[in-house]
């Protein structure tokens, strides 16, 4: 039997997509309209999504707080949050949602098939009967609402979207992002901010929040997904039998609107908060942005992304370089965007000034005018074509599901047309296309058509504005206060009543019966087995070079792995400069954009990284091993290419190119601040633990806040430092790549192996060998407990210290203390009542924990909730089944399934780890065995870490005013 033969389907479309190895299949559900696509694979890693078009019709963020709410409880599925409970006890491999500016994506993810079934039924219960009906305190919780505690105490908002999106706005990147798209596409629903404006989100009703999902939640709406190695039929079936045969086909109005080209060019100014004391100078972002047709253009929808190599992402592309050299900004960025039905090609300068805005415009239109007329070089067009041909070809996603990506890809085309669900998916003919085309003038066609001649555009610049945040809030406090006293006493007492529900509603436990409904797997659905470590030891030319044995598809992944070890601390810093430098400065025989795009045009692409290698076996030393690591990957027959290549960044590289080197520093600069902005949780934890942490502290130095701060005063005083950077730069490069310093990790099928030791032999020979003067790393760690000041509106609050030094030891059940703590403990407090979009905890083989909040609108109360967490867990009790659960969910963080490269990293990292097979055998057998009587025993853990009273903060200049007492030192980076 087929899916054809199911009489409550309409088979639309079948299709052979060679290019992903699967079948497609288009039905739609005869009774409810339902759109339905099978993607069909032996990828054992299934996916499932549903998901709807959710166009908003202003920026209260509705799309965004229903993702959130219907996931907090159903018809079947009762409990408060069903969500963080499958997190607990399921072996999903993927398990979110998502909202984008027209459309919200339930997607999830499981090996298992008994879990996999379990995902998919608590997920359509979710978005089809949500509890959001019967319980107001939903939307209170996850969208918006006052808080009063007492008549005498202030009035404000509270709400985890409302916090989430305060700290979206504090980015100048996303506000640059959003204002882009709304400028654009003024009379469609991208005009609105579908995930809510903090301005605008407490005018949101209860009511209109209930409108939304009864308009738009609807199976004529729904676009449902699933992936991989599974019985279709049955899951059709059931799908029916459930869910949708209960609904009839009704029309939805959610068509996305195609937005008339404009007759010219628009100009959007719109301001940004940075901190008092920042200044005004190198700190706006010019912006030039393009509409470039319809998302339903395959050949266009690919070519863009070519293109926006060729022009702007490269290392020395035109645009990049012209600008670059023209002064204008500190970093070239460019973005095609084609996840929205009209995608979007931009130009963007950071750290600019408003002066420069014509001259901007006129460099952008000179270099386009430029390649229409004279070419765009071939070899950066071939290196664009084969960069994304590769991984369109490896299908490598990191941590994520191939199946959920290319579901997510799906829907740049299936959203905006039910016929053409396929069209990017399947695009092995499209790259073929483009290669046709190279020299036949289409690709300069193309400049010329959409980014010279093409009116629909806009120049979005995004300006800073001093102490904007605390201006604001200072406003909003005082609207809050004039509202309050406008009420009476009742009205009032109303408000602090409804506070104290709210409370009590999150503080209620859940009800046993409720829980029991959410599937759990058991222990013995489990395998005791651990993944294979495949590390084979050899010695090729002379070098130690460990092998990781796996099928590859024919790609070869090399890492070149040299010592750091002899490098002193005060020059650590410039081991993370030469990093950055590395691959995108001249060498002896390309310049930099050349040197990118033959490496682009014949392998996978090469990166410099730097590493650390605790080794458990010596955790009372605190032994580690940092290296610097060369990266490539590529064909067998294109390895020699890798290895030549590596070679010639690694020798030939022309570190004395001052002009360079300077505008290195400033792109480093101006992109670590990005990361501090966007991840100040990881960035808050690493530097609290590099208090006590010499390892910590190496990645501090060469990464992370004392890095940026060496980067930013060379950069600063460039002309007075810049002969001692070169030196340093030049002696550290013959210090560093010598044939006796170093190790190669390759992963590869066994005939991988064929003529790699004659390219080691051949890389050994061009690498240095005169003598030079050994150091000795010796780190220096000192406990500083600062609080980061920044113009944002939420905190990145951290707590960390090392348990082991305190006399506590490591146990697998740590494992599941992170969950244990992620989502339920730190959850109920600080994200549940406490409104913080997230929380995390983490605890490591050499003793090192940490305890952090994400974009949280609070900062002593965090901290307070912290310093409970020991006597949470010396009276944790749990029923057997919950404890099952948290088990099952810890599993499902340690038995991701891997690509090939990931097993190969893996296996390399436990061997520099010097973490054996049996160790993970045991850590895997006290997880499987544990009872809440050893996780009672970890409180000796917590207060160890807690003992440790390591703190970093990075957050608002007033909340950490405010709260300046708990630091040694405020400051800003």
Not at 331 to 359: C, H, R, T, W
Not at 379 to 397: C, P
Not at 400 to 428: C, R, T
Request: glycine share 6%; hydrophobic share 35%; charged share 30%.
């Amino acid at each position: 039997m087929s899916v054809r033969d199911l009489e409550t389907y309409e088979v639309i479309k079948e299709e052979d997509l060679t290019g992903i190895q699967s079948k497609g299949t288009l039905l739609r559900h005869k009774k409810s309209g339902a759109r339905v696509l099978l993607v069909e694979n032996e990828d054992n890693n299934k996916v499932f999504s549903i998901g709807f078009r959710t166009p908003p019709a202003d920026s209260t963020g509705v799309p965004h707080i229903m993702e959130h709410s219907v996931l907090c409880g159903s018809r079947n599925f009762p409990a408060k949050d069903p969500f963080v409970e499958l997190v607990k006890g399921s072996l999903n491999t993927f398990l979110n949602a998502m909202t984008y500016p027209d459309k919200t994506v339930y997607p999830v993810a499981s090996c298992n098939d008994k879990d996999f079934q379990n995902l998919m039924h608590v997920y359509m219960d979710a978005v089809l009967y949500p509890n959001i009906y019967q319980h107001e305190e939903i939307f209170r919780q996850e969208g918006w609402s006052y808080r009063l505690e007492s008549l005498e105490g202030p009035l404000t908002y509270n709400g985890v979207v409302y916090n989430e999106m305060k700290g979206a706005f504090s980015s100048p990147e996303s506000v640059l992002d959003r204002v882009v798209l709304n400028t654009l596409f003024p009379d469609t629903s991208y005009a609105n901010e579908s995930g809510g404006d903090p301005e605008v989100i407490p005018e949101l009703t209860y009511e209109q929040f209930l409108d939304f999902h009864r308009t738009y939640y609807h199976p004529s709406n729904s676009y449902i997904y699933l992936y991989g190695d599974m019985d279709m039929e049955e899951k059709l079936r059931w799908l029916d039998k459930e869910y949708l045969s209960a609904f009839e086909k009704k029309e939805v109005d959610s068509r996305i609107a195609y937005q008339e080209p404009f007759g010219e060019m628009v100009e959007k100014r719109i301001p940004y908060s940075i901190a008092s004391d920042e200044s005004l100078k190198d700190n706006t972002y010019l912006s030039y942005n393009k509409v470039i047709g319809t998302s339903l253009d395959r050949e266009l929808y690919l070519a863009f992304q070519i293109l926006d190599y060729a022009l702007l992402s490269a290392p020395g592309a035109p645009l990049k370089k012209a600008l670059t050299e023209a002064g204008i900004g500190k970093d070239i960025m460019g973005s095609y965007d084609n996840g929205v039905y009209q995608p979007i090609f931009s130009v963007i300068a950071k750290n600019a000034n408003l002066s420069q805005k014509e001259e901007f415009l006129q460099v952008i239109q000179e270099v386009l005018e430029g390649l229409v007329r004279d070419g765009i070089d071939r070899k950066a067009l071939e290196a664009g074509i084969n960069y994304h041909e590769f991984r369109y070809r490896e299908a490598d996603f990191g941590g994520y599901p191939k199946g959920l990506m290319y579901g997510l890809q799906i829907l740049d085309s299936w959203l905006y047309d039910d016929e053409k669900p396929f069209i990017h998916v399947d695009a092995l003919d499209v790259f073929a296309f483009l290669k046709e085309k190279l020299g036949t003038g289409y690709y300069e066609e193309l400049i010329r058509r959409y980014l010279l001649e093409n009116p629909h555009g806009a120049v979005v610049i995004v300006e800073p504005e001093q102490g904007r945040t605390a201006r604001m809030d200072a406003a909003l406090t005082e609207k809050l206060q004039e509202y309050k006293e406008s009420l009476g006493r009742e009205e009032q007492e109303e408000l602090v009543r409804r506070t104290k529900e709210l409370e009590a509603y999150q503080s209620a436990p859940e009800r046993e019966e409720d829980l029991a409904r959410i599937p759990v797997l058991k222990r013995e659905d489990i395998s005791r087995e651990i993944e294979p470590v495949i590390n084979e030891e050899m010695n090729l030319a002379g070098v130690p070079l460990v092998f990781h044995e796996t099928q590859t598809n024919g790609i070869g992944y090399v890492d070149l792995m040299f010592d750091l070890s002899g490098v002193r601390e005060d020059l650590l810093p410039y081991v993370g400069i030469l990093q950055s430098v590395l691959g995108i400065i001249d060498t002896e025989h390309y310049s930099y954009g050349e040197l990118f795009n033959e490496i682009n045009r014949c392998t996978g692409g090469i990166g410099t990284s730097l590493e650390l290698y605790n080794d458990v076996t010596r955790v009372r030393e605190k032994a580690f091993r940092a290296t610097f690591e060369v990266k490539g990957k590529a064909l067998y027959d294109k390895l020699p290419v890798v290895f030549s290549m590596a070679g010639e960044i690694l020798t030939a590289s022309k570190l004395g190119d001052e002009k360079r080197l300077r505008e290195i520093l400033a792109m480093a600069k101006s992109r670590l601040l990005m990361r501090f902005q966007s991840s100040g949780h990881s960035t808050a934890a690493l530097r609290a633990l590099s208090y006590g942490s010499p390892s910590a502290k190496l990645k501090d130095l060469t990464n992370g806040i004392d890095f940026y701060r060496t980067v930013a005063g060379l950069e600063e005083k460039f002309e007075e430092k810049k002969e001692e950077l070169i030196r340093i730069l030049q002696e550290l490069t013959r210090q560093l790549f010598r044939p006796d310093n170093l190790m190669i990790s390759y992963t590869a099928s066994r005939e991988g192996l064929k003529g790699l030791e004659e390219m080691i032999r051949s890389l050994k020979e061009s690498l240095f060998t005169d003598p030079v003067e050994e150091g000795t790393c010796v780190l220096h760690c000192e406990k500083k407990n600062e609080g980061f000041k920044t113009a944002s509106k939420v905190q990145y609050v951290a707590r960390t210290g090392n348990f082991i030094d305190q006399g506590a030891e490591y146990t697998g059940a740590l494992q599941i203390l992170k969950v244990i703590l992620s989502y339920d403990y730190l959850w109920q407090n600080i994200r549940v009542k406490g409104g913080a979009y997230g929380c995390m905890s983490s605890f490591n083989r050499i003793g090192e924990g940490y305890l952090v909040s994400y974009r949280d609108p609070h900062l002593k109360r965090t901290m307070d909730v912290y310093e409970g967490v020991t006597e949470y867990l010396k009276n944790f009790t749990v029923s057997e089944r919950d404890m099952t659960k948290y088990i099952i969910g810890t599993m499902s963080n340690i038995d991701h399934p891997m690509t090939p490269c990931a097993k190969g990293e893996r296996s390399m990292n436990l061997y520099m780890n010097k973490v054996s097979p049996e160790m993970i055998r045991e850590e895997r057998r006290q997880i499987l065995e544990a009872g809440q009587e050893d996780i009672r025993a970890l409180a000796k853990v917590t207060e160890a870490l807690l003992a440790a009273g390591q703190i970093c903060v990075i957050g608002s200049e007033e909340k950490i005013e405010e709260e300046k007492e708990l630091f040694e030192m405020v400051t800003s980076f």
